[in-house]
């Protein structure tokens, strides 16, 4: 199947609510470009240079979305056009793309990592430490981001039981936490769901979704 067939199929059966953001990391532009002529405008990618030469290639009405574990080091290389980060699970790398950010002159949107998965390889912060951020003094003083939203990354496990209780949490500390409106902070976007569990995603409550294999095939490394 192509790319332009498969994002059909994916398309076809999604409540109009939920973003599709198509993960790309490893593709070559060539694929990108085949998805792009389909129609799809997010693209989603784990590494911050690999993003940036993409970014330089593709058109520039793409939306790019930074979807893996964050180096501060390398964080400018992407404040002039991210359209949103995922994995943020420090209050030091807010602090950092904030002071990005500011330099580009753009508020620059995030969510936060929640850890709900059961193995240590998976980054994140607990219920607890979110709440704390979100409540804390520093983040009002960060102006140049938004908060808007929370991501969450099931285990890797065929038991689909396991997995629907991992979305569920995450959903119910979203509902509950999504009152806590501040001026950079407005909780709406709850990114949960990958090729394998999208749909058990999207039963909990996920409206945005971040689908690579599923739409690009398989990759030749797992990362
Ligand atoms: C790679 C990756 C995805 C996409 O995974 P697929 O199983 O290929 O759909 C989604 N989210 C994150 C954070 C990823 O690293």
Redesign the pocket.
């Known amino acids: 199947m192509s790319v332009k067939e498969n994002l059909e199929n994916i398309k076809s059966n999604l409540p109009k609510n939920v973003i599709l953001v198509a ?1 790309s ?1 490893t593709k070559p532009v060539e694929d990108l470009q085949e998805a792009y002529n389909a129609g799809q405008r997010i693209f989603g990618e ?1 590494r911050i240079q690999e993003m940036a030469e993409k970014y330089e290639q593709l058109p520039k009405d793409i939306q790019w979305h930074m ?2 574990h964050l180096q501060s080091n390398k964080i400018k290389y992407m404040a002039h056009f991210v359209d949103l980060i995922h994995g943020v699970d420090k209050l030091k790398t807010l602090k950092e793309i904030n002071k990005q950010a500011k330099k580009n002159n753009r508020i620059i949107n995030c969510l936060l990592q929640a850890k709900i998965a059961e193995e240590d390889s998976k980054f994140g912060l607990t219920f607890d430490e979110i709440t704390n951020i979100l409540t804390s003094e520093k983040l009002s003083e960060l102006e140049n981001i938004t908060i808007v939203g929370l991501m969450g ?1 099931s285990t890797f496990t065929d038991n689909k039981t396991q997995i629907d209780k991992e979305f569920a949490s995450l959903k119910n500390y979203f509902q509950n936490t999504k009152k806590h409106q501040t001026t950079n902070c407005n909780l709406h976007t709850l990114s949960m769901g ?3 569990d999208y749909d058990i995603a999207i039963k909990n409550g996920s409206n945005m979704i ?5 739409i690009f095939g398989k990759r030749d490394y797992n990362q």
Not at 210 to 214: A, H, I, N, P
């Open positions: 993960v990391k784990n979807i893996g990354m990958m090729s394998g971040r689908v690579g294999s599923s």
